[in-house]
C-alpha cells in the first residue's frame, strides 16, 4: 500500500482527500448516497485519471467513478475504497462549427453543456436534470426532452476518449475500437473511465414547454388517448405523464401531461399540442416559449434519512393498454407511489436493435414507479410494490439502468437481453478482465 500510495503522490496533479480532511464529508457524498471511500482522487487530467486507475488496480479497493454523482444506487461513492471525481474534467469546446461536433469532458453536467451550447445556438439531446452528469446519463442511454427528434443522448455519440483498466488512453468511434465504441454506448461504465466525449450537436431555438392538467377522475381516459396520439404526434414533440403528485394530492392530485415541442413557431407547437388539450378537462395549462436550457430542471437532493426506491419497465405497442390501465388503477388508489411515463419512438426506434448496447428500441412508453419516504416507510411499502410489479409483469419488459435504485443479477439480465450481454461479456473480457470497473450494473467479463 505504502508504494502504491508513493507512486499516486508521485503521478497524480490533482487532489488526494482522505478520511479527517476538511472537505472529506462533501468528497464522500454523491447526490443519492453517503458513503465513507478511504480515497477521494480528483484528476486534473487525462495522466491523473491514468494514475488514480493504477494506484486503485495496485491496491485492490472497490472503485467508484463519479460524473454528476446521481446514480441511484450509490455507484459514485464507496465504504472503504476509491472514489475517482471527474468533476474537474469539465471543458467543453465546439471542435468542428460546420459539423456541430463538440468536445465534452467526462466530468461535465448536462446544465454545464446546455449553458455553453446556446449562445451558439446549439444543443444536445440529453435527460432533463442539470447536474446530471453526462457520462452517466449518455452511457446508460439519455432519455429526455428531444428524444424522438434526435434519438438519445448516446445516438449523438461519434467518439470517447477512454481510459481501460491497464492504464491505456484508447479512442472509440466507429472507425477505431468499433467493438469499444457499441458497447460504451448502452454498456454503462464497465469497460473504462470516459475522460471526453464527443457529439454531434443540432441547431436549436427555444421550445415550447410545460404542462396541462386534467381531473385524477378522468386519468384512464386522458393517458390511453395521450398513448394513442403519440403514435402519430409530431417527433418535434415529446411528452411525460405524471400521476400521484405528492406535492399535489396524491393519489387524488391531477393528471400532469408534461411537453416539450421542439421548435418556436407558435403554430406548430399549437397544432402539435392542442389534441392533448383536447383529452380531457383542462384544469391549467402552462405551456411557454422558453429557451432549451432553461427546462432543464436542478436536481433533487433528498433530505437526510429521506430514501428514493425507483424500478421502471418498458411497454411495447400492444402492451400499451393494460400497462396505462393498471398505472392508472395504482395511481388514484390511496398510498400511491409516484408514476411518471414517458413518451418515446421516434428517431430511438429507426436505430437497429443491435446497433448499440441499448437494445430497447421498439418500446412506446417507458414507465418508472418511485417511493419516497425514510426507511421505515419504505420497508413497510415494499410488499405493496412487489404487488404492483407482479401485476405488472406479463405486460412489461426489459428496464432502463437511469432509473433503477437496485443493481441485481435480475435488473441486469432485464437491462440487457441475452445476446447484448453476451456480446458485452467479451468487450469486458478484453478492456477489463479482473472486472476492475464492478460498482455499477455489472457484465462480468466472459470466461
Known amino acids: 500500500m505504502s508504494s502504491a500510495f508513493e507512486n499516486l503522490r508521485r503521478d497524480f496533479g490533482g487532489d488526494i482527500i482522505e478520511p479527517g480532511a476538511a472537505e472529506y464529508e462533501a468528497a464522500s457524498r454523491s447526490v443519492l448516497a453517503f458513503g465513507t471511500p478511504t480515497y477521494v482522487l480528483r484528476p486534473t487530467s487525462v495522466a491523473d485519471v491514468r494514475a488514480a486507475v493504477a494506484f486503485t488496480a495496485d491496491i485492490g479497493l472497490p472503485l467508484s467513478v463519479r460524473g ?139 421550445v415550447f414547454f410545460g404542462k396541462v392538467r386534467f381531473p385524477a377522475a378522468e386519468a384512464s381516459t386522458v393517458l390511453q388517448g395521450w398513448a394513442e396520439y403519440f403514435r402519430t404526434a409530431p417527433e418535434e414533440l415529446t411528452s411525460i405523464a405524471a400521476l400521484a403528485n405528492p406535492f399535489a394530492g396524491g393519489h387524488e392530485a391531477p393528471v400532469e401531461i408534461h411537453v416539450a415541442f421542439d421548435g418556436d413557431d407558435a403554430v406548430l407547437a399549437a397544432q402539435a399540442i392542442d389534441p392533448i388539450r383536447r383529452l380531457g378537462t383542462v384544469i391549467d395549462d402552462d405551456i411557454a416559449l422558453k429557451p432549451y436550457a432553461d427546462i432543464l430542471v436542478d436536481g433533487m437532493i433528498p433530505p437526510p434519512g429521506i430514501k428514493l426506491v425507483t424500478r421502471n419497465a418498458f411497454a411495447d405497442k400492444e402492451s400499451v393498454p393494460d400497462v396505462l390501465r393498471i398505472l392508472t388503477e395504482i395511481a388514484t388508489s390511496e398510498r400511491s407511489p409516484v408514476i411518471a411515463i414517458r413518451s418515446i419512438g421516434g428517431a430511438v426506434s429507426r436505430v437497429a436493435d443491435d446497433a448499440t448496447a441499448y437494445a430497447h428500441r421498439q418500446a412506446e412508453l417507458m414507465f418508472a414507479i418511485t417511493a419516497i419516504g425514510p426507511e421505515p416507510v419504505i420497508a413497510a411499502g415494499r410488499p405493496g410494490l412487489e ?61
Open 68 to 206: 454528476g454523482g446521481h446514480a441511484f444506487q450509490g455507484f459514485s461513492t464507496n465504504d472503504g475504497g476509491v472514489v475517482i471525481d471527474l468533476g474537474q474534467l469539465a471543458d467543453i469546446l465546439i471542435v468542428d462549427k460546420d459539423r456541430h461536433l463538440v468536445r465534452i469532458g467526462g466530468g461535465a453536467t448536462w446544465g454545464q453543456v446546455t449553458a455553453a451550447l446556446a449562445p451558439h445556438g446549439l444543443a444536445i439531446s440529453s435527460g432533463d436534470t442539470r447536474s446530471v452528469g453526462v457520462g452517466g446519463l449518455t452511457l446508460s442511454g439519455g432519455i429526455g426532452w428531444k428524444v424522438r427528434k434526435y434519438g438519445l443522448a448516446l445516438d449523438n455519440l461519434v467518439a470517447a476518449e477512454v481510459v481501460t483498466a491497464d492504464g491505456d488512453v484508447v479512442r472509440a468511434s466507429a472507425d477505431e475500437n468499433p467493438e469499444l465504441f457499441w458497447a460504451l454506448r448502452g454498456g454503462g461504465g464497465n469497460f473504462g473511465i470516459v475522460t471526453a466525449f464527443e457529439f454531434v450537436a443540432h441547431p436549436t431555438t427555444d
Open 387 to 447: 404487488a404492483i410489479w407482479t401485476r405488472l409483469a406479463p405486460h412489461v419488459n426489459g428496464a432502463y439502468a437511469n432509473f433503477l435504485s437496485t443493481a441485481t443479477d435480475e435488473d441486469v439480465a432485464a437491462i440487457y437481453p441475452a445476446e447484448t450481454y453476451q456480446r458485452l461479456a467479451a468487450v469486458k473480457r478484453q478492456y477489463d478482465p479482473g472486472n476492475l470497473f464492478a460498482l455499477n450494473h455489472n457484465v462480468r467479463p466472459a470466461a
